[in-house]
């Protein structure tokens, strides 16, 4: 975590300095049955993320060689201030809903070889039991290493080759300009202030993979466009390096 | 945990005698804005109760002067061995998600007096995040603390007078006939091979709110029915102290 | 129908001791095209049981020579005293109606034999024409002699090998207390006012399918559950013997 | 019944001649609860036709002294030869099923004085218990009576003032051309063969509500189109006069 | 188009006589891609019409040797002059929606030899970008020219056999009573105060293919039937000629 | 259309440099009711774009005195090359519509001074009529002219007081890499082929309100980042005088 002498002195609510990700957790092996699973958190969101093997993959694919890597987000009705109602309960999928899952799936598809997993599936769940700001990009960054869980797991067991199925890491972060001043990694309490927001999916060696920003009081200008894709890089740098400690080690799980 | 001689020399799989539970964990205070919460244990089983306080009532209760209790139940994608399809992605509730979330609300309202409670509507959403046998029972004993925490909270803020509003705790367990042998609090693995399956749902003092008893595979015998209560309400008593143990302590919270 | 001496000096709105069942009648053959038909009435409530024969199960079953039970029970809008919306228009089935599905379907399978069945599908629609109370226990009690037709129209077609498929009969029947009294066969004006509810299912032979006994008032002691389920055996034989007799004769047909 | 010379020496299958209805019965009553209940039969066709009574109408009519009339049609599962798919179950409702419950309410609307009726809401549930072909416009012909008797009741119970509230009787026919030679009222043997397939709903005094002729085969000139429309009058007069008999005298009731 | 003289002293709003079509335009190659496509204007009601040809046909016809035309139809959400919510918002097809549909499948299907189209499918879709009334038959009138040319496309390329597909043309035009007049091609203004209003489809050679007539107010006399069946006829074959002018020149396309 | 000498020397295959956009057209008032209505090209995408001004928001954001703007988007099914189900067909909405709706009503906020609109809400409808790469941002585009002709009505008839409502113009354009090379609004031949994805939403003044770049191969370096938001800017501000000079002149209406 770099930080300019600048920016130093702007504290935020919760003690970090504007370029200061939030405590990051990995806990992998959450789950018993999932051939990958963890329990991310960036500070108090938390985000369980469930990866599902299965040979074969959808029909439109068959015979193809390639495998099919996708991903489904969804909020747990109490994980927010205000318990929202769910989705099964109203037959449909929000607009929100859907596209945070697209935007997991394609992030995770960047880094997969598909030839190299083969004619196999794996399903990304990604179920926030609570929600503090940040769930998409915690979602990507567990759902990384809950995904390499399963591809390890389909090689352990023979489905997929040996060999490197992931090209590269994916780690992701939100940035936003508050008060004027860009920050990394915004808590609920700063994104409803942000002027500007951005979530940033890059690989671990620093390229990007999405870069979404959304004006939501004035539009912003190049320049600050400019520093927030700085301060994300720098994030999801950090975030690359946590993954990696994560995959080292032993998996903790539940209870951990 | 009683236990008859005749029925000590059988061991299951997981080293308990028939009539002995599985380990039971009640953590309390495990989302930060949940009015009550609970992460409730039955072995590898694992349910996220949250209890969500608003005031007022839904409109066709309005101005009763008394208030409402209800539940949702449901499971995430991959708490099973296979993973499931979402109900809302497929857009619609199965019969089962139905059922327990009708069964979960009677059982609580049965021990609510509506009228101490005042037109203030509690919502218990039970998510099982890992399913192992009982999800249901784990449920209804978990959200029955989870309810007792939101009800408080509603006194302490002024929303519902002072004075009991519980007439009695709630608690519910599983039993059944594995190889002639009625057995309490089946796990998934016992759950598959019983012969009869039966869900019984008990107050504090130990009487009957539900008694859900079915054949799986032959009829079963009034004799049989009477050993499966017997065995059900030494259980429920024992859930019964968990939860006033769990309720007399303050509050451990995630990580606990 | 037996009654015991205490229990006579108390006479029901409908002038039937406590013990007594409503005027049942079971009349086959009320549609033209069914492969069973059975419009039975338990008093007022009438529920037309259609059973539908069809070669062949569904795709999770075949190859395992194994048939295949299962029932749809849904309520006309005007059944009831006031006009309900339909299922159909609402766009979704309600939870009480999955549920009721649920346990006539399993209900009968208790008593099917699918490998004597053969690879043969048969579907049960139990539609409510007039619902005052009991609806689900005479949709059972009425199912039952449905199939029974559909299994005999099978083996007389070919399509079911000669033998038994049915290895007993089963009839249910509800039971509640009201004002301190167990009684049978409860009317809509008497349901709405049991402090206990309970459904029942039998065999013919009296061994218990289901038992779901529902606190709807004050919660109930073991030996309330044991007088209901008393009573509820004693009405089921009786059930079982209209049930034999109805098989006996010729059916009667539409405008018996 | 008129009938022509040249006519008479065609038989049909039932033993009708071309221009002769079926045996249409009509049995009021045949509900306890609904204000106004008919099950109308034309030969094996059974349609059960409940009006439901509210004061009140929708809301876009608020203020406007105005009732509303209006219908839904449904068939059993097993009314058909073979069984269909519920509507509920497949959760939307399909074309034919709205289009034939948009005929039937405006077919009703077209005889009702909405001011006289005042504000109040009638629907009329038909239920297709057995088709066999005119399901529709057995429908709309049973749905007269059970309106006049919904009305009638209104009119008793002080909601509806004395007076005209229907300013004429309406009743429907189908009819068809079979090998080149016009028929009345078609069961579904005749239907599936019909070259053109004609509905008409006409008034007590024999004037057009609704006219829909559709070319199953090929299509058909203006001359057939005429004799259709002669063959529909004389039968819609026919209904009118069963109808008349069916109001003049004491609802039978179900068991009649 | 036709006049006789009595009717010729009374003017509509926009200056046309009763048995006046209003300014009827059909620009074929709407679209680039479709097989066949054209917008047709009645006046100011604008409907795009897009013939998809796709070898193969559904299941339930596969092996037959012959092929499918269906259609759906549906309104742009400002179509009209108030906006309306969007089908697939609500999240099913309104019953007029449905009904239109399956009009418009069933008269082009009139003229259609499914034998000489082989194992194919089109699919027609009449979307209405403006609906100025009878966008029905408008959507008809079009669509045939639009199936012209995706049955000459599936010839020219070899999916179709050379010969006759089209048995004869086919389209359709809106009459009605207005004040006692019966007048052709209603626009919207016309259409709400007509008491009588008839969709006609007839083939070019002048038989009928569909005769839709409702009374909105008053039921309509036989001698009024019989005047807007002479209208329509005289209206249709107008439409015919003008559908023929379009199809002997060469397709004008997108801004014509 | 600034364009730098390296580039120049690429010819596209519809003979455009990497730098230029397609032919733009923007035809207001295509739609004889909407208060606002433009058919926008870009190149063959042709997307239709409904203003529906109504006084009143919705009910969460009444007595806020603030008005709410929000969009719809959709496509016919046959306006891409192979004919896709209508979204009210299947009965749900898919992802990508979700996503673009929302996309094209964040963008236009971005503009709306909502107190100065006052309590009026305008919805518009994007129709997407032929596409061929780009519709999300020709909807933007052409959104915010039929945006401006709504507000402009609604001042004119009394329901906005004179004076700025909307702060800014907004268009929007999508750019990509293809072979290496960035390339300015692309047909969809161009943007299946390429290897990273952008599209870009500006102000007229030139500032940002939405960047949404995607690695559909390649993760892409923040230097291609950087030229693609060069190319887009540039793009933008011709489409701001395209529109400029739209709003200039009389609508042409339709058939210009």
Known sequence: MTSTASQQTITRADGRTPEQLREVRITRGWLDAAE?????????????CAASFTAGVPRWRKGSGKGWVTAEYAMLPRATNTRGDRESVRGKIGGRTHEISRLIGRSLRAVVNVAALGENTIV????????????RTAAITGAYVALADAIAWGQREGHVKKGAVLTDSVAAVSVGIIDGTPMLDLPYSEDVRAETDMNVVTTGSGEFIEVQGTAEGAPFRRAELDSLLDLAVAGTADLARIQREALATEPAGYRA
């Open 36 to 48: 990958g699973s963890v329990l991310v958190e960036f500070g108090n969101t938390r985000v369980l």
């Open 124 to 135: 990304l769940d990604c179920d926030v039991l609570q929600a503090d700001g940040g769930t």
